[in-house]
């Protein structure tokens, strides 16, 4: 059975420049999430993909971060011109369910950003 | 807006020591409420889940029980091992305002011998 993968798990990166993260659903799973999660706090929500469709994205995403997920199975998150405060842990989740459905999310283990 | 209000800790008991943390939560629909657990250089795992009001999930000798009436979901145990060391977060899903979840700030739990 294969879970939520992340890659990188680790990256290190200077202020300014750009950061692209892939995340790698459970396949069976239509839904994919992606949060941030820094020190000391619980994960925050900063969008959500039904397939290919981005249905929701969070104001804490500012414009210099998009995501994708073009053929509705992985997906990637990308930062540009990174700041210090950028520095978190990137989680990804994936679920399976339809329209107004409560579902189980399933994490992946993170991707853990410093940007220096 | 929805939100979950955990307590705080971090939290330190002798093994086979009774075990809650709380939780509270506020939302606009009906919820779904969740707890996660994350072990130490581990990602996010469900721990156990409860959809509608005085349903009790349970796993691993957790349990929790939705409460509407005083918006709760209390997690407890009976006796802790060295093994439960890890972060608990509480969750909440309400369809009414989205599919994101909404987290707590995550309680740290340490089992000692």
């Known amino acids: 059975d294969t879970g939520v993968s992340q890659n990188p798990r680790h990256k290190i990166t200077k202020r300014g420049q750009n950061v692209t993260f892939r995340c790698d659903p459970i396949?069976?799973?239509?839904?994919l999430y992606w949060y941030r999660q820094t020190l000391g706090q619980g994960p925050e929500f900063l969008t959500y993909?039904?397939?290919?469709?981005?249905?929701?994205k969070s104001r804490l995403l500012s414009d210099r971060f998009s995501a994708e997920r073009p053929k509705g199975s992985f997906s990637t998150l990308e930062i540009q011109r990174t700041e210090q405060g950028d520095s978190a842990m990137y989680l990804c989740?994936?679920?399976?369910?339809?329209?107004?459905?409560?579902?189980?999310?399933?994490f992946g283990p993170g991707t853990r950003l410093l940007v220096l | 807006g929805d939100s979950v209000t955990q307590m705080e800790g971090p939290v330190t008991l002798s093994e086979e020591a009774f075990l809650t943390i709380n939780c509270t939560y506020t939302?606009?629909?009906?919820?779904?409420l969740f707890w996660y657990v994350q072990y130490p250089g581990e990602g996010l795992q469900l721990l156990l889940k409860?959809?509608?009001?005085?349903d009790k999930g349970s796993n691993k000798g957790f349990e929790a029980t939705y409460r509407k009436e005083t918006t709760s979901f209390h997690l407890e145990k009976g006796s802790v091992q060295v093994s439960d060391s890890a972060v608990y977060f509480c969750?909440?899903?309400?369809?009414?305002?989205?599919?994101?979840?909404?987290f707590g700030t995550g309680t740290s739990l340490t089992v000692i011998p």
């Open positions: 989740a994936s679920s399976l369910g339809d329209r107004g459905q409560q579902e189980t999310q399933y």
């Open positions: 396949s069976e799973h239509n839904r």
């Open positions: 993909f039904q397939n290919e469709a981005q249905l929701e």
């Open positions: 939302a606009t629909g009906y919820p779904s």
């Open positions: 409860a959809t509608k009001a005085d």
């Open positions: 969750a909440l899903s309400d369809p009414d305002t989205g599919n994101q979840f909404y």
